[in-house]
Every structure is written in structure tokens, then in C-alpha cells.
């Protein structure tokens, strides 16, 4: 049983598209005809239960456009859009503009000489328990004069935890949180013995 909630895999896509527009509408808005540098990363996280969700953030770089005007140009978009935002100070000390709604987080902030438009989803849980990753070794992929880690058997994570680092919602003794196999150290194979290679 693969324990993926039924939905939330889509649920996760409209999410972050979602977010991709509204906060290119408000970089749109502060900044017409400037093209941001946009940044983006999906992160995993998991309970020690060994649910598992995903968390989007996206940043978008606007170069050369002073703070005061941008905020209150990306507090009228957010506010049209249903958005609750407030003032806040940032790092360092200088103005930050907050916004959020239905979980969602999203800030402009001075960087320099630029303005960052970021914004972040709310975990979306996607599995009920651990998904073991994929092996990362096969006996065909396998480096010449290697074999298949007789600990793991070429999947390259905790044999005990399978890559989780919890047993029983505690730490797992074998790894120690380091989820990979202690043996093979995450590759999945280990040299033959004899194989001359200094191991």
C-alpha cells in the first residue's frame, strides 16, 4: 500500500500555480516592464509517524526598483485578491510587507538595490506513512569491481528505518537520523572483496 492520499498530488500542483500567478500579478503590478529573476524549490517533509507532504516557496528578483513604491503597489494587489496584509520589520530592520490567506504566506522586502517578492505554501500532505526511496544501486549500474551493499541491497538508505530515520515515531539507533546506510554511507554498493580498489 503506497499511502498517497487520494487528490493531494493535484492538490499540490493547483497550489503551486496558484501562487505562481498571484505573485506574478504583483510583481507585474510593482514592476511592468522589469523580467524578475524567479527562484524556486519544492522541499519534502515527513512526521516522525512517517507522513509525508511537500512545501513550495518561490522568490522573484526585481532588480533596480525602490521598496516604498513596490509595497504599496503589491499591497493593493494583494489586498484585491483577497489577501489580509501588514507591515512588519524584516531583517536588518528595513519594512517588510506580509501577506497571507487560506494558508498561504507571501512577503516584499527590500534586497539591496532590488525588491524580493517571495511566497510559500502550507504543507501539503501527500502520503499517510514513509515512502522508501528508490534503490539507488542495481547490479546494472553497479561501478566495476562493486557489488550490491550486502547490507542494504543496493538501496543506499538504513535498512532499519528504510531512509525515514524514525522507528516507532523514535530515533532510529542504526542511522541516527543520518538515513543513510551506515555500511555503503548512501551508495548502495560497496568494492568486492579483493577487487584492489583500497577499500
Known amino acids: 500500500m503506497s499511502g498517497q492520499i487520494e ?3 493535484e492538490e499540490f500542483e493547483r497550489a503551486v500555480d496558484r501562487l505562481r500567478r498571484e505573485l506574478r ?13 524567479v527562484e524556486e524549490r519544492t522541499d519534502d517533509r515527513y512526521t516522525v509517524a512517517g507522513a509525508m507532504g511537500k512545501l513550495f516557496s518561490m522568490s522573484l528578483i526585481l532588480p533596480g526598483v525602490p521598496y516604498g513604491t513596490a509595497a504599496a503597489a503589491a499591497a493593493d494587489v494583494f489586498v484585491a485578491a483577497g489577501w489580509q496584509t501588514e507591515i512588519r520589520e524584516g531583517f536588518g530592520g528595513l519594512p517588510l510587507l506580509t501577506a497571507t490567506r487560506d494558508g498561504f504566506e507571501a512577503g516584499v522586502g527590500a534586497m539591496g538595490s532590488a525588491v524580493r517578492i517571495s511566497g510559500e505554501l502550507p504543507v501539503v500532505w501527500v502520503h499517510t506513512n514513509w515512502i522508501r ?8 549500474t553497479l561501478r566495476p569491481g562493486h557489488q550490491l551493499c550486502v547490507m542494504c541491497e543496493g538501496w543506499g538508505s538504513c535498512r532499519t528505518c528504510e531512509g525515514l530515520g524514525f522507528v516507532d515515531s523514535r530515533r532510529c ?6 538515513m543513510d546506510c551506515p555500511d555503503c554511507l548512501g551508495t548502495g554498493q560497496e568494492p ?4 584492489g580498489d583500497g577499500r
Do not use: I, N, S
Open 25 to 37: 500579478a504583483v510583481a507585474a503590478a510593482v514592476a511592468p516592464c522589469v523580467e524578475p529573476r
Open 192 to 195: 568486492v572483496r579483493g577487487a
Open 7 to 9: 487528490g493531494m498530488g
Open 133 to 140: 526511496p528508490p534503490r539507488v544501486a542495481t547490479p546494472e
Open 173 to 178: 539507533v542504526e542511522c541516527g537520523l543520518g
